[in-house]
């Protein structure tokens, strides 16, 4: 059964960083490409990063670009989502998402605020 559990959320200043972790289970980790979603109030949720089944190919959101990286550790069967020059907007859930299995973490939030 394909299990991810995120972690890392929590309030940050305007400017501030933070790194998320979703850790992974019940699949073959290594051999699928992985993305990171996110979903703030009141809107639909849109993808963020996604990553190769290797790590040497990632792609980002207009939005996030140049501030976050995607990044995974096969031998850990996890994955990250680096997050610098965090904006208000960036507020919202943050999803780990495994598109082969179509399976969803529980989501962590992220909240940038002064």
């Known amino acids: 059964q394909v299990q991810l559990v995120e972690s890392g959320g929590g309030l940050v200043q305007p400017g501030g960083s933070l790194r998320l972790s979703c850790a992974a289970s019940?699949?073959?980790?290594?051999?699928?490409?992985m993305s990171w979603y996110r979903q703030a109030p009141g809107k639909e949720r849109e993808l963020v990063a996604t990553?190769?089944?290797?790590?040497?190919?990632?792609n980002y959101a207009d939005s996030v670009k140049g501030r976050f990286t995607i990044s995974r550790d096969v031998a850990k069967n996890m994955l990250y989502l680096h997050m610098n020059s965090l904006k208000p907007e960036d507020t919202a859930v943050y999803y780990c998402?495994?598109?082969?299995?179509?399976?969803w973490g529980q989501g962590t939030q992220v909240t940038v605020s002064s």
């Open positions: 990553i190769s089944s290797g790590g040497s190919s990632t």
């Open positions: 019940g699949f073959s980790f290594r051999t699928y490409g």
């Open positions: 998402y495994a598109g082969a299995f179509g399976s």
